[in-house]
């Protein structure tokens, strides 16, 4: 293993779950002002075409690891449209 | 030139320049609410080390892809932490 190795599982881990602290911001406070939802929406969709390339590559490491992240994106953009929704009311 | 690679430029693209839309709507709205400052202290520390993976791997797609990704992230976070203190005057 060389010594970039590690270095590229954190990159890799720390962009892949990079979601997670909008998600946490969102349930906990359940704000979306100021939140692009386009850039949710483009992140997803490049997410989603990393994971279409990943198959027709046959490449394991990009389909998981862009499907967790588009996952988490979608995630993202629901509780956006959730609490974008009810602070409408 | 296979199928897979223009929708992998695509992908790449659409994430390299993710935060171009967050980076907008901070300059137009100046709404720092609900953006998740660790989301994107996180994506800024990860594209950093894909970068530092690249110039090890000596893999120049990845340093210069992640280099934008990087630069755009740093931008959201200065205009975060401006619109931010601004907001708390």
Redesign the interface.
Known sequence: M???TP??I??????T??????I???LR?R??????A??VV??A???L??V??GI??DDFIIIIANTIGFLLAITTLMLYLIFKNRSAD
């Open positions: 060389s010594f970039a270095i590229g954190v990159a890799a881990l720390l962009t779950f990079g979601f997670v602290p909008q946490i911001k969102l406070t704000k979306t002002d100021g939140v692009s386009i850039m483009q992140i969709a490049g997410l075409l990393w279409i390339y027709l590559r």
